[in-house]
T-cell receptor
Framework: AQTVTQSQPEMSVQEAETVTLSCTYDTSENNYYLFWYKQPPSRQMILVIRQEAYKQQNATENRFSVNFQKAAKSFSLKISDSQLGDTAMYFCAFMRYTGTASKLTFGTGTRLQVTL | GAVVSQHPSWVICKSGTSVKIECRSLDFQATTMFWYRQFPKQSLMLMATSNEGSKATYEQGVEKDKFLINHASLTLSTLTVTSAHPEDSSFYIC????????????FGPGTRLTVL
């Protein structure tokens, strides 16, 4: 079974600053995907970024980037130029690659507060 | 594209009654749908996975007779909470995926269930 650990229950960052959210995972699989999801107060789950395990290059999406360390089983999210709208719960998630739809295993989440 | 809707967005019912929640993929055919449950300030816990035209696969500890899942078409899955009790009060979220969309899960906005 896979496990996903987010060791930071809450974090705070000032607007325009940079913050890094941590995530580690445990798996015996070699082919898998990792995700960061954002859940704002509306509770709608929004995909922030996705990383395929076979890709060495770290994924980036505008202000969001990841540091994927496969050997260390670490997958951190960096948010640059933080904005008030980034305030949300952030969940790290793992999905096995099976060729078809597979379930997501979520971490416990990190609540990020962006302040003025 | 890739929009998923849920209905209702919130529901209040009396203890002992049954409640049906619908999950629809609006602009794609979802070969697989997932149902999650989220308690306040907690992560998403997978309840079951359903593939169109076949029986749902339930996660360990989820009562299949209490949480009935039907995936009758490629655009609709329903979750029926039978004989609801106050401890069933929670936020229920569905997601849908399709192979041509790289099996990414697209989430519905969730349904808040309150059982009195």
């Amino acid at each position: 079974a896979q496990t996903v650990t987010q060791s930071q229950p809450e974090m705070s960052v000032q607007e325009a600053e940079t913050v890094t959210l941590s995530c580690t995972y445990d798996t015996s699989e070699n082919n898998y995907y990792l995700f960061w999801y954002k859940q704002p107060p509306s509770r709608q789950m929004i995909l922030v970024i996705r990383q395929e395990a076979y890709k060495q290059q770290n994924a980036t999406e505008n202000r969001f980037s990841v540091n994927f360390q496969k050997a260390a089983k670490s997958f951190s999210l960096k948010i640059s130029d933080s904005q008030l709208g980034d305030t949300a719960m952030y969940f790290c998630a793992f999905m096995r690659y099976t060729g078809t739809a597979s379930k997501l295993t979520f971490g416990t989440g990190t609540r990020l507060q962006v302040t003025l | 594209g890739a929009v998923v809707s849920q209905h209702p967005s919130w529901v209040i019912c009396k203890s002992g009654t049954s409640v049906k929640i619908e999950c629809r993929s609006l602009d794609f055919q979802a070969t697989t749908m997932f149902w999650y449950r989220q308690f306040p300030k907690q992560s998403l816990m997978l309840m079951a996975t359903s593939n169109e035209g076949s029986k749902a696969t339930y996660e360990q500890g989820v009562e299949k007779d209490k949480f009935l899942i039907n995936h009758a078409s490629l655009t609709l899955s329903t979750l029926t909470v039978t004989s609801a009790h106050p401890e069933d009060s929670s936020f229920y979220i569905c997601s849908a995926s399709e192979r041509r969309l790289h099996n990414e899960q697209f989430f519905g906005p969730g349904t808040r269930l309150t059982v009195l």
